[in-house]
């Protein structure tokens, strides 16, 4: 039988590589943004599109229970949806951080939390994706990087928990990766071309991951060739922490 995942945060960027490479894996996918381009990723019922926020209150129970009406069977889930910031904390507000652990924290707990009984049953997993910022300093990251922590610390808490229970729970913590997210966080700058520079001397291979090859390491997290493999972080950043 084909296994079924939700994917949050799937229109673009990793999010959409994930479920590009799940379909290849022959999983059926639900498919969930808050833009309406997740749309696009409609595939024959294999692929379900819902277009929702994560941060509302229904949004993670209904997703659910959509994969289970359509496949009758949940196996994966892929929190995926986050917004990013760069901002010193003496310019970040309130409402920025409301925002932030709104949307990259509270969805993953809920989202995990409606999931985990029907992961069960069929010994099924979580994967996360956390980043570098949840793991090392990293300037003007203040709030991103506690909501990163957040779910690197989720994350390990949900593996130990679920250990005995055939659950497993992993997380991906990538670098910079070339996606319209960095890019849209590069323009914010006073010189955009000069913080790429940075960027990209920061990381050891010398150039930012592609989407594809985080999506490979949170489809290798969830595959059989992984069993053994719980509680981890999976850096996926050029050798950025390694420094």
Do not use: C, W
């Amino acid at each position: 039988m084909a296994l079924t995942a939700v994917v949050t945060g799937a229109a673009r960027g990793i999010g959409r590589s994930v479920v590009e490479q799940l379909r290849a894996a022959d999983y059926r996918v639900v498919a969930l943004d808050v833009s309406p381009a997740v749309a696009d990723l409609a595939d024959d019922g294999r692929v379900v599109p819902v277009v929702a926020d994560v941060t509302a209150d229904a949004t993670p129970s209904d997703t659910i229970d959509r994969a289970l009406a359509e496949f009758g069977r949940l196996d994966l889930l892929v929190n995926n949806a986050a917004r990013f910031l760069r901002r010193p904390i003496r310019e970040t507000t309130d409402d920025d951080f409301d925002t932030l652990f709104a949307t990259n924290v509270r969805p993953a707990f809920r989202f995990a939390r409606a999931a985990l009984p029907h992961l069960e049953a069929h010994g099924g997993g979580i994967v996360n994706t956390a980043s570098i910022s949840g793991l090392i300093g990293v300037a003007n990251q203040s709030v991103y990087a506690m909501t990163k922590g957040a779910i690197v610390q989720l994350t390990r808490q949900l593996a130990i928990e679920y250990a005995g229970r055939g659950v497993r729970v992993n997380a991906v913590a990538p670098g910079a990766v070339d996606t319209g997210f960095m890019d849209e966080a590069r323009q914010a700058d006073p010189d955009p071309a000069a913080s790429l520079a940075v960027t990209l001397s920061n990381h050891p291979i010398g150039r930012m991951s592609t989407p594809d090859e985080v999506a490979r390491a949170i489809v290798f997290l969830a595959s059989p060739e992984s069993a053994g493999i719980t509680g981890t972080i999976l850096s996926v950043d050029g050798g950025y922490i390694a420094r």
